[in-house]
């Protein structure tokens, strides 16, 4: 019984402390920037469920979906096709590291220019701000595939697709899955900027908007709303990552084990 | 005695071998062709009006005005700003993050207890808070300041913890048995450990902390950085400006990312992981 309550215990106790502290400190409070944990709970669930949900959080979604799993292909396949050609990653390295170092959000007036205020700018901007992450550790994961690995597959006569599939693909999964971990809040962080600037619809929008209306409490929910979004999206990459790399885990706990 | 011939001959070609990867000539032309011909696609997809040259205008007349606004103080200025914003949302990040990184990490009480609230508050989009930032303060700096000191403390934060964890068990246990105090155990033991991982949250701090910089000069337009300014010349057409701005904020982030990689190289000269790859 201790085994299952003392994790339970540890992982709400502070959460709950922390809760009950501000809703002792709040229960006075006339600071109208400070919300009440129970209004603030009404509040959301008032503004998010309902028209909003359809009109700003699916589509705000769809496009942090579409924007980053095109960034993810887009970054392995180049990634991969750029790390198995030293001359090539020799000749791309610079603008690599120029468009890395780049902070996407200073793209969103220059993509606004050249596409206009559409959604296919808001995906760009999402993809051009995510691709880097995988691309740069799809690059390293694969340059660092085992020599002995390779040799092996050589002199078996792997080769071509082949290799890539079984070899390359395999040894760079580590390398590429923590890229993909780095390019998530990359894209989320961007599907809200390119809808605070230049946009109509949109969690990022939305909260915009609460904020120039000095709406306070709708627009605590609406950061609450993106916090949300950032755990789920979180979780969901562990349960991936946990299947995707389960044989790799296994030879991590075996290794250390020993 | 053959020894001394052999050592001398292994010394020599080991540093043959370092200098000639300190060189690397093909790397380097290849690399400089990547560049211009990046540089020449830019430029023709602009002058045969594939985009509009309007509002996509040739790599050289963006250069151009690069070079003139190079001159302008309005301009260093707003440098002045970012980097300025940009060290200080470091500096306080760290500050914060290492101490508490520390503590926290070494306690396996305060690590469980504290790990559902960092699982819940890291991913955060630091973004989300900017409207907040403006209600609820009004000067520029402590605007930025909350919200990349907010997104650079989980970067470093984060990567100390697993620096704590990566330390030797065996290592600790002779600390303690010899005495040690807790001081003398984070200084000799843990540190030295942790040091590589440090360096890391700190590169990803480093990048992290530059954009939200820019992003919120140009969200919010209060503080008068970069960021602001390419909105700026955006809002009046000056498009080449644009352009030359955010080509410059890019050259800034790769000067501040060649900063970092010195320094760590400097500061993790002992280490394996750098040794290997010198």
């Known amino acids: 019984m201790r085994k299952i309550l003392s994790p339970i215990g540890f992982a709400l106790g502070l959460p709950i402390v922390l809760i009950v502290i501000w809703y002792v400190a709040t229960l006075g409070a006339t600071n109208p920037f400070v919300p009440k944990p129970v209004e603030l709970v009404q509040e959301f669930g008032a503004v998010w469920f309902g028209d909003r949900f359809v009109g700003d959080v699916v589509p705000s979604l769809w496009r942090f979906a579409a924007g980053t799993t095109i960034a993810i292909v887009l970054g392995i396949v180049l990634g991969i096709a750029v790390g198995l050609n030293r001359g090539l990653r020799a000749f791309t390295e610079p603008v690599f590291e120029f468009f890395r170092a780049l902070p996407p959000p200073v793209l969103i007036p220059i993509l606004a220019l050249v596409l206009g205020r559409t959604d296919g700018m808001r995906i760009s901007v999402i993809v051009l701000g995510a691709v880097w992450p995988v691309l740069l550790n799809t690059i390293e994961g694969v340059r660092a595939t085992d020599s002995v690995q390779t040799e092996t597959s050589r002199s078996y006569g792997i080769r071509g697709w082949n290799r890539v599939r079984f070899q390359v693909i395999p040894s760079a999964m580590p390398q590429i899955i923590a890229g993909v971990r780095q390019s998530l809040p990359v894209g989320i962080i961007l599907m809200v900027i390119s809808e605070m600037l230049y946009a109509t619809a949109g969690l990022g929008y939305s909260i915009t908007q609460f904020q120039r209306q000095f709406a306070v409490p709708e627009m605590w929910s609406g950061i609450l709303m993106l916090g949300l979004i950032g755990y789920a999206v979180s979780m969901l990459f562990k349960l991936v990552e946990s299947r995707v790399l389960r044989w790799y885990h296994g030879l991590k706990d075996l290794e250390n084990a020993s | 005695m053959a ?181 003398q155990r984070v200084r000799d033991v843990v540190f030295p450990t942790m040091l590589p991982y440090l360096m890391t949250g700190v590169r990803l701090a480093a990048a992290v902390a530059l954009i939200l910089t820019v992003t919120i000069e140009l969200v919010v337009g209060t503080s008068q950085g970069l960021g602001y300014e390419i909105g700026q010349s955006r809002n009046a057409a000056l498009y080449e400006s644009t352009y030359a701005l955010v080509l410059f904020t890019g050259l800034l982030g790769v000067a501040i990312n060649l900063a970092v990689r010195f320094t760590e190289k400097r500061v993790l000269s002992w280490h394996q992981s750098v040794r290997e790859d010198a």
């Open chain 2, 3 to 183: 020894a001394p011939d052999t050592v001398t001959r292994v010394v020599a070609v080991a540093e043959r071998r370092s200098r000639r990867r300190r060189l690397r000539p093909r790397r380097l032309l290849l690399g400089l062709a990547g560049i211009v011909t990046f540089l020449a696609i830019w430029e023709i997809v602009s002058r045969t009006s594939l985009l509009n040259p309007t509002y996509f205008p040739p790599a050289t007349s963006v250069a151009s005005t690069l070079v003139t606004n190079a001159t302008l103080t309005g301009f260093w200025s707003a440098v002045g700003v970012t980097v300025g914003t940009w060290g200080l949302g470091m500096l306080v990040a760290f500050a914060l993050a290492a101490p508490l990184g520390i503590v926290i990490g070494l306690s396996s009480f305060l690590t469980r207890l504290t790990r559902s609230t960092v699982e819940f508050l890291r991913p955060i989009p630091s973004v989300g808070l900017i409207p907040l930032a403006v209600l609820a303060l009004s000067v520029p700096l402590q605007q930025s300041l909350l919200i990349v000191v907010y997104g650079a403390f989980w970067q470093i934060f984060v990567q100390v913890l697993y620096g704590v964890a990566d330390v030797d068990t065996v290592a600790m246990s002779t600390a303690r048995s010899y005495g040690f105090s807790w001081w």
